[in-house]
């Protein structure tokens, strides 16, 4: 099923190490803004990000599913194996879960030089309601023998990366697979999953950066050793070059959006806004813990003051925060917040550096001007 696709003919973008040192994307990489968006940062109002505003990321084709003939089938080292249909899955007790989720190539696109693929800038995140049943429940069910070490959920999208053709696939550690927030998820707000999130059936695992929640699933496999796919290996890691391997990508790093204040210019999106006291306000998270500072700049980072953050309404969400600016100078300033969570960890000033691109959670820089 692996084919190798590394030939010459194949077109790429990028120089040989998948970098561009410029400025200008290529339309290869606006094809790909185009189909995976980010939310509108006016978007972080709500508290739920309207279904239609949340981030969406497909690495090949949304998948056509037939729900009457979809199954879901749940092997490998277990006493049953099951194939399951979407009404046995939806009979099983369920929980709603209010959850962040943000992709790891966030801010890929602000660094330099910049790794060629999906060119986030910010906001590939947004907060829903999931509802499904818990994975641990089914796999109880199945049986996990006692040699499991993972579980691998296989997506129903298929394609080429990396010179790779695969399935989309992410495993999980067996304590990661069986935490009781780690669930099969059939709606998000309220409604069946749209196609684009993963219809009919998808995995969430809290805390964790977006690759691990496995969209359209098909097959969940139960391992004996750790997944080595590409996913996992090549994809998901922090290196210094595409070939390093690095530390894998896993929880969600701290991080915090401004709402952009005032009114945009069309072109640039860079905001005025009359001088005076004005309201800024934004939402911060973390995979790790929640969110116990935020801080606002005025002067592009040279100073820093506290913004209140309220307490976070349940765990996994991401929390609002507000502050009142006095812009009482006339002219250009740059807005920046930075989150600490309750690890101590603190947004960089600079960006995180790596060869894909992964966890740049630097500060939000907001152009303004105060007219
Ligand atoms: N099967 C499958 N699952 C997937 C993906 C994918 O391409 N195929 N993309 C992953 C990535 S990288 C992210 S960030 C999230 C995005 O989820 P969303 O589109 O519902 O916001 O889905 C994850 N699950
Ligand atoms: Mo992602």
Redesign the pocket.
């Known amino acids: 099923m692996t084919r190798d696709y590394s030939r010459p003919e194949m077109p790429r973008v990028g120089d040989a190490s998948g970098l561009e040192q410029d400025w200008r994307i290529y339309p290869e990489e606006l094809q790909l803004a185009f189909r995976?968006h980010s939310i509108l940062l006016e978007g972080l109002r709500y508290d739920r990000t309207p279904t239609g505003m949340?981030?969406?990321?497909?690495?090949?084709d949304v998948p056509e599913v037939n729900p009457g003939t979809w199954r879901l089938s749940v092997d490998g080292l277990v006493d049953r194996p099951l194939s399951l249909g979407l009404a046995d899955i939806q009979r099983r007790p369920s929980r709603t879960l209010r959850m962040t989720?943000?992709?790891?190539?966030d801010g890929r696109a602000l660094l330099r030089p910049r790794p060629v693929a999906q060119p986030w800038l910010v906001g590939?995140v947004?907060t829903a309601d999931w509802s499904g049943t818990s994975l641990r429940g089914i796999l109880e069910e199945a049986g996990v023998r006692s040699a499991a070490r993972e579980v691998l959920f296989?997506?129903?999208?298929h394609g080429i990366e990396g010179d790779v053709e695969q399935?989309?696939?992410?495993s999980l550690s067996i304590d990661e697979a069986l935490r009781e927030d780690t669930l099969l998820v059939w709606s998000?707000n309220d409604a069946p999953l749209e196609p684009?999130?993963?219809f009919p059936l998808?995995?969430i695992v809290p805390g964790w950066?977006?690759?691990?929640?496995?969209?359209?699933?098909r097959s969940i496999e139960v391992l004996a050793e750790p997944f080595t796919g590409y996913q996992h290996v090549r994809a998901?890691r922090y290196g210094q070059t595409r070939d390093e391997t690095g530390e894998p990508v896993t929880l969600m790093r701290v991080r915090s959006l401004m709402l952009p204040p005032g009114i945009p210019d069309f072109m640039t999106r860079t905001r005025v806004v009359s001088r005076g006291r004005v309201e800024l306000r934004g939402r911060a998270w973390s995979g790790r813990s929640p969110i116990v500072r935020v801080e606002v700049s005025a002067d592009a980072g040279a100073s820093w003051a506290d913004a209140e953050v309220e307490r976070q309404s349940s765990q996994h969400v991401w929390q609002s925060w507000h502050f009142e600016w006095n812009a009482d100078q006339h002219g250009m300033h740059e807005l920046c917040c930075r989150a600490t969570d309750g690890t101590g960890e603190c947004q960089p000033t600079d960006a995180n550096w790596t060869a894909r691109g992964m966890g740049n959670n630097a500060v939000h820089r907001v152009a303004v001007m105060v007219d």
């Open positions: 995976n949340h981030y969406t990321l497909v690495h090949y989720l943000e992709c790891a190539g590939a947004g296989s997506g129903l999208d399935d989309y696939q992410r998000m684009q999130h993963g998808r995995l950066y977006g690759m691990a929640h496995v969209k359209w699933l998901y």
